[in-house]
C-alpha cells in the first residue's frame, strides 16, 4: 500500500464521508473506530503508533548508530546559534543565516561540512520513511522568511505571521481572554531542525518516534502560519494531553472559532496535538 492510497484509506475508514464537528466528537469516533473488528490492518498499526506515539514500534527507522555523535555535534551547534541570537529571533533565521553566525563568533564554530551535509540529507529525505505522511509546505533546505512578514506578540516571545495568522490568534484571544497564550508561533527550517534533532536524541536515533512529535523539518505547518496556545501558568503540560483538561481548551472548543491541525484522528502519522491551530 503506497503513501498516497494509505492517506485515502486512513481518510476513508477514521472519518467516513460526514465527521461529527467538535474535537470532542472526533474523539469519540476515534475510539468508535478502533473497535471495528475487520478493520485493515495498516490502519490498527498506525492508529496504535499514534497513540502510544512516544514509544518504539516495530519497523521504526533509527539513525545509523554512527551517524549519532554527528546528530548530537549538529545539535549543539544550533543550539549555541539560539542562544547567541535570542530563542524568539531564532525561529526567524534561515539554514544560510545560522551558517554565518556560527562562522562569526568563535564560541560556536563554524559548521563542518559534514554537519551540513547530515542537515540537507535530513532535509531532503522522505518524511513518509519515518512514517510522516503529511504533505511538505517547505521544498527548499534555505528557505527564508522575510523579518517584515512577521508580528512579535507581546508577552509571549514569540512571532507569528502577518495576516491571517495574527487575525485567527487575535479573534481566539478576545473570545477566550488572558488565560490564553502563544505558546509557539513561527519556526523557520532552522528551528524546526533543532526540535526534531533534540527529539531524535532523546529517542536514541529512531527517527520515525521523532516525527510522530515533531514534523521533520520542512514538512512544519508552523512555518507557513500554524501555532500553538496554551493556559497560562500550565508551563510544559500544554504539550501534552492534559492540556484538554484546561478552561482554554474547553473554550476552544466551545467557541468554535478554531481548527485543530492534528486531531486524533488525524492521518499525518502525529500524535493528537489538541493544541496546534490549523491556519495555512
Known amino acids: 500500500m503506497n503513501r498516497r492510497t494509505f492517506i485515502r484509506t486512513l481518510s476513508a475508514g477514521l472519518i467516513g464521508a460526514t465527521l461529527p464537528s467538535g474535537v470532542h466528537a472526533a474523539i469519540k469516533l476515534s475510539h468508535q473506530v478502533r473497535r471495528k473488528p475487520n478493520m485493515d490492518a495498516h490502519i490498527r498499526d498506525y492508529l ?4 502510544h506515539f512516544d514509544a518504539p514500534h516495530p519497523n521504526d527507522l533509527y539513525l545509523d548508530q554512527k551517524r549519532m555523535p554527528l546528530l548530537s555535534s549538529t545539535l549543539r551547534r544550533l543550539l549555541k546559534v539560539q542562544s547567541t541570537v535570542g530563542h524568539g529571533f531564532f525561529s526567524l533565521i534561515s539554514i544560510d543565516q545560522a551558517i554565518h553566525t556560527a562562522g562569526a563568533y568563535p564560541s560556536i564554530g563554524a559548521f563542518t561540512r559534514e554537519e551540513l551535509d547530515f542537515l540537507e540529507m535530513l532535509f531532503y ?10 504533505e511538505k509546505p517547505l521544498y527548499k533546505f534555505t528557505a527564508t ?24 490568534y487575535e479573534t481566539i484571544k478576545k473570545a477566550i481572554g488572558p488565560e490564553l497564550i502563544l505558546t509557539s508561533g513561527v519556526r523557520s527550517v532552522t528551528k524546526q531542525f533543532m526540535l526534531f534533532l533534540n527529539k531524535a536524541a532523546q529517542c536514541n ?17 508552523h512555518a507557513v502560519g500554524d501555532f500553538d ?17 484546561t478552561p482554554v481548551f474547553k473554550e476552544l472548543v466551545e467557541s468554535g472559532f478554531a481548527t485543530l491541525r492534528y486531531t486524533r484522528t488525524n492521518n499525518f502519522g502525529v500524535r493528537f496535538e489538541p493544541w496546534h491551530i490549523k491556519v495555512a
Open 48 to 51: 496504535a503508533k499514534i497513540e
Open 125 to 134: 529525505k522522505d518524511g513518509a520513511l519515518y512514517g510522516f505522511l503529511g
Open 145 to 168: 522568511i522575510p523579518v517584515k512578514d512577521a508580528m512579535k506578540i507581546p508577552g509571549t516571545g514569540n512571532y507569528l505571521f502577518k495576516g491571517q495568522s495574527v487575525q485567527v
Open 205 to 221: 536515533g529512531n527517527l520515525s518516534m521523532a516525527s510522530r512529535s515533531l514534523a521533520p523539518p520542512g514538512y512544519s505547518y
Open 229 to 245: 496556545v496554551g493556559q497560562v501558568g500550565y508551563g510544559k503540560r500544554n504539550f501534552s494531553r492534559s492540556f484538554t483538561d
